[in-house]
């Protein structure tokens, strides 16, 4: 029972929630970045460069086995068919995306230190301007500090 109330509570803690939105937004941006990549850029990218499709660049290691029927430039189909090949144009598409994906965090880590260090920059220019309020002095108060000083004095 010890164990289930320790992992309640190891589940409550707010970091473990905010790990968990982290994780499942960041695979929502993935979709995304996948998404914008395959069907946006690397498009364009081989536009310019001649019609182009990366995903289709590969190197044949094997031989196609006797019974294939599909194309022998058919990335999917010769990858389905177990042929041994080495898919470059899709290591560049991925390359792509990591590339935006550091991007976008760059920019957006970049962002929040600016604010970050305009609010703290803020805080400090308050903190120098702010007046520290004048504490009035008693008499009283003064004489009773002096007893204290001489009541903790060693005794000789």
């Known amino acids: 029972m010890k164990l289930v109330d320790e992992f309640k509570k ?7 929630l905010d790990l968990a939105v982290g994780v499942m937004i960041g695979a929502a941006f993935g979709k995304i970045v996948t998404s914008l990549t395959e069907n946006i850029i690397m498009p364009m990218i081989g536009w310019a460069f ?5 995903s289709k660049y590969f190197i044949r290691l094997g031989e196609i086995p006797a019974d294939y ?3 022998p430039t058919d990335y999917v189909a010769l990858k389905a068919a177990g042929v041994a090949m080495i898919g470059y144009g899709e290591f560049i598409t ?10 976008v965090l760059f920019m ?3 962002s929040v230190n600016r604010i970050v260090d305009e609010l703290e920059e803020k805080k ?7 007046e520290t309020p004048a ?22």
């Open 94 to 103: 991925q390359i792509v995306n990591f590339l935006i994906i550091a991007m």
């Open 135 to 156: 504490v009035p002095t008693d008499p009283q108060l003064d004489t009773l500090r002096e007893i204290l000083v001489e009541l903790r004095k060693p005794k000789v």
């Open 108 to 110: 957006l880590v970049r």
């Open 10 to 16: 190891f589940i409550a803690r707010g970091n473990v």
């Open 50 to 54: 001649g019609s182009i499709d990366f």
């Open 69 to 71: 029927n599909g194309s």
């Open 124 to 130: 400090k220019k308050a903190d120098s301007t702010a």
